[in-house]
């Protein structure tokens, strides 16, 4: 197969023929524990992460709701969550418990569920493929959808502090959200190729999973904002997936990402101002040749706090993600 590549700070872009992306899973009826539909757990502080990963709301994905699964201990609790999650901030134990809580509510009444992104053949090419897939918080049917790459420096991935409590807040408005779960420990190259296959996957899926993806949104945080950057500059092509139209609008959290191109969409970004990893004049000089070029691009700079805040609850950054869900809300109204 001949394969072309060109690399970009850092991510290595390949143009080849893309494998069919598979289809959705048998959903699985509503979970409850009892008659009344209660959940099996109620999730505080106090709970062990290995009770909330063994939930039977979440049989076949439970793991993947926390970073270095394989490290959890029988006496780590949601309190300690924060020790999983190295590269962030203002990890809030109630509010862990809280996003827990609502997950298992929503599996419960079959509003969220897994979906592995990648076909046996790609898996038994890369069995690190078994593991990446997409939790879908349902919004409104037909609905235009939102994915979400969390970050974690590309070693984990922060889904439990920014992916689901972002996806949370976007499903409440209606739209419907994803959160990927990606490959970690081989840089960004991976954990984009993986962003590309759920585009495609969802996509190609898009009546199944009742969906609607024009004018869809691309979110991430640090190593995430990379990722949705580069897949709204270079599109699914540049990274072995088939031709899908771009996102209308990019969300980017806290990220030194600089590479972008005159066709970018629309672009919001948030940082901290004493971000000692995402520099804020690399993304305030990112923002300005965006609106140069003439895209539709804003910036949020949060005084006194650093990287990894998350929903930046009691921050001054809180309030952030409604911004966003604003700012993409332009987009799909400008059309």
């Known amino acids: ?78 309190a300690d969550t924060g020790m999983l999650l190295p590269y962030h901030s203002n990890i809030r134990p109630d509010e862990v418990a809280r996003t827990l809580n609502g997950m298992l509510a929503g599996a419960r009444d079959g509003n969220l ?28 049917a037909d609905a235009p959808l939102a994915i979400v790459s969390p970050g974690g420096g590309f070693s984990y991935v922060g889904s439990v502090h920014e992916g689901f409590p972002y996806a949370q807040r976007i499903a409440a408005q209606g739209y419907n959200a994803f959160v990927l779960n990606y490959r970690t420990g081989g840089g960004g190259r991976f954990a984009t190729e993986d962003l590309a296959a759920a585009i495609d996957y969802v996509i190609a899926n898009q009546s199944t999973l009742g969906v609607g993806t024009e004018g869809y949104s691309l979110w991430g945080s640090s190593a995430g904002a990379r990722m949705a950057a580069n897949l709204g500059s270079y599109g699914t092509v ?11 609008a990019v969300i980017m959290a806290y990220t030194g990402h600089t ?72 987009q799909l109204d400008a059309g």
Request: net charge negative.
């Open 1 to 78: 197969m001949a394969i072309t590549a060109l690399v970009v700070v850092g991510v290595i872009m390949t143009r080849q023929e893309s494998t069919p992306p598979p289809g959705p899973p048998t959903a699985k009826p509503p979970t409850s524990s009892s008659e009344s539909g209660a959940p099996s757990l109620h999730v505080d502080e106090s709970t062990p992460l290995v009770e909330v990963m063994s939930a039977p709301e979440f049989d076949g994905f439970g793991p993947l709701l926390f970073p270095f699964y394989d490290r959890i201990t029988d006496g780590m609790t949601v």
């Open 238 to 248: 540049a990274f072995g997936r088939h031709d899908r139209p771009r996102p209308a």
């Open 113 to 140: 569920d897994f979906h592995p992104i990648y076909g046996d053949e790609e898996i038994s090419g890369d069995p690190s493929k078994a593991q990446v897939g997409l939790f879908f918080f349902r919004g409104d």
């Open 259 to 330: 590479s972008y191109t005159q066709r970018d969409p629309a672009t919001f970004a948030v940082v901290g101002s004493n971000d000692g990893i995402a520099s804020p004049s690399v993304m305030e000089e990112r923002v300005r040749r965006l609106e140069r070029a003439g895209i539709d691009a804003k910036l949020q700079r949060y005084h006194g706090i650093g990287h990894g805040f998350g929903l930046g609850t009691g921050t001054v950054a809180e309030g952030w993600v409604d911004d966003a869900l604003a700012f993409w809300t332009e």
